[in-house]
């Protein structure tokens, strides 16, 4: 392999990690939606196994942590990988929740997508006028 050849795959494989920092620090990608009765976090993590998804929640804090088994994966032909290996994310959700009372109805990880559902309590309390 010629010098030249040699360098521009280094560089494009120091780009490929950069870029894969980046997006473990911004991924993964996220919807949420909320009703009177919940709400549902659906989260887009492709490629992850469900034993190594860890979720826990702690008042308005869903926190998520990820990891792929990539030991003894080496690709010799790889250019750029830019899916990350590692997600520690903490997500500060848009419901009030008291210290003790955090629940989750369901949690499912099914095809690359992650979905959580949190029960919604309304808070405080109607005021009539009169």
Do not use: W
């Not at 894969?20 to 993964?28: H, K």
């Not at 997600?87 to 109805?105: A, Q, S, W, Y």
């Not at 997508?113 to 009539?128: A, W, Y």
């Amino acid at each position: 392999m010629g010098l030249v050849k040699y360098m521009a795959k280094e560089m494009m494989r120091e780009i490929g990690n950069k870029s894969r920092e980046f997006y473990e620090f911004v991924l993964p990608p996220m919807d949420m939606e909320i009703d009177d009765k919940k709400l549902t976090i659906i989260i887009d993590m492709p490629g992850f196994d469900k034993k190594n998804i860890k979720l826990s929640i702690n008042r308005n804090i869903l926190s998520i942590n990820a990891e792929k088994n990539t030991r003894g994966e080496k690709k010799d032909n790889l250019i750029c990988n830019q899916r990350p290996n590692v997600i520690d994310k903490k997500i500060r959700l848009p419901v009030h929740i008291k210290k003790g009372e955090e629940k989750v109805n369901s949690a499912k990880y099914s095809q690359g997508i992650l979905t959580i559902i949190i029960p919604v309590t309304k808070k405080g309390r109607d005021i009539s006028i009169e």
